[in-house]
């Protein structure tokens, strides 16, 4: 499957370590937000994106505002989405599983973590 990922992060210097770590995993085609909202605007434009990795806390649009929108009814409901957050308290994990995330990855994260959750979504969708 050729993936083409959606990153989402308000911090250009998240989004560089994101971007960094797919093309050393051999993933190199992507387009990336700068929050949720930009998110939804560059999914609704780009109908290869087909694999979605997000961060939770952003201004306009956090990450768990832009799953729950896919989610609710987009035509793109069933896009895999990882979370890559900060927010590792049990009850935060719990909020973003509830809300249909497909993975979630605890910043700060290796390159190896991220092709691990990567591969365990596609395995199960």
């Known amino acids: 499957m050729d993936l083409k990922f959606l990153v989402v992060d308000d911090s250009v210097t998240m989004?560089?370590?994101?971007?960094?770590?797919?093309k050393s995993l051999g993933y190199g085609s992507y387009v990336e937000a700068v929050d949720g909202k930009d998110a939804l605007t560059k999914l609704g434009a780009d109908a290869t994106v087909n694999?979605?990795?997000t961060d939770w806390n952003m201004p306009v649009m956090s990450g768990l505002e832009l799953v729950k929108a896919i989610r609710g009814g987009s035509d793109r409901a069933t896009i895999p989405i990882l979370m890559v957050t900060t927010r590792g308290v049990k009850e935060d994990i719990v909020e973003a599983l509830q809300a249909k995330v497909s993975n979630y990855v605890?910043?700060?994260?290796t390159p190896q973590i991220l092709k691990?959750?990567?591969?365990?979504i596609?395995?199960?969708s």
């Not at 989004?15 to 797919?22: E, G, M, Q």
């Not at 691990?116 to 365990?120: G, R, V």
């Open 15 to 22: 989004r560089r370590i994101v971007v960094n770590s797919l």
């Open 51 to 53: 694999f979605i990795i």
């Open 106 to 109: 605890v910043k700060p994260f």
């Open 116 to 120: 691990d959750k990567i591969e365990a």
């Open 122 to 124: 596609l395995a199960n």
